[in-house]
């Protein structure tokens, strides 16, 4: 059974940092598109990051890029989103999934987890 399990949010202020985990199970990172997605109130779930290990690529959305990194450790089957400089803006419901071809595009993604919540105060 796939599974994906987020941990890591909380609640930090503007220009702190956290990092997100993201542990899978029942399939390898390594040969998935694993990716970040976050969701606030009122708002439609949109890609933050995206990484693919089988080709070597990453993606990130223009308002996070340069503030966030994700990476993936493939022995601890984990992939990890390194969110630096917070601001309130990125205060959402962040979410992992995972798709065996796709795009950084929620619609394209196959398999999802319940979340981790964001807070960021100003």
């Known amino acids: 059974e796939v599974q994906l399990v987020e941990s890591g949010g909380g609640l930090v202020q503007a220009g702190g940092s956290l990092r997100l985990s993201c542990a899978a199970s029942?399939?390898?990172?390594?040969?998935?598109?694993i990716g970040w997605f976050r969701q606030a109130p009122g708002k439609e779930r949109e890609a933050v990051s995206c990484?693919?290990?089988?080709?070597?690529?990453?993606y990130y959305a223009g308002s996070v890029k340069g503030r966030f990194t994700i990476s993936s450790d493939v022995a601890k089957n984990t992939v990890y989103l390194q969110m630096n400089n917070l601001k309130p803006e990125d205060t959402a419901v962040y979410y992992c999934?995972?798709?065996?071809?796709?795009?950084?595009?929620?619609?394209?993604?196959?398999?999802w987890g319940k979340g981790t919540p964001v807070t960021v105060s100003s």
């Open positions: 999934a995972a798709a065996l071809l796709s795009g950084c595009e929620a619609d394209g993604m196959e398999h």
């Open positions: 029942g399939f390898t990172v390594d040969d998935y598109v």
């Open positions: 990484v693919s290990n089988s080709a070597g690529a990453t």
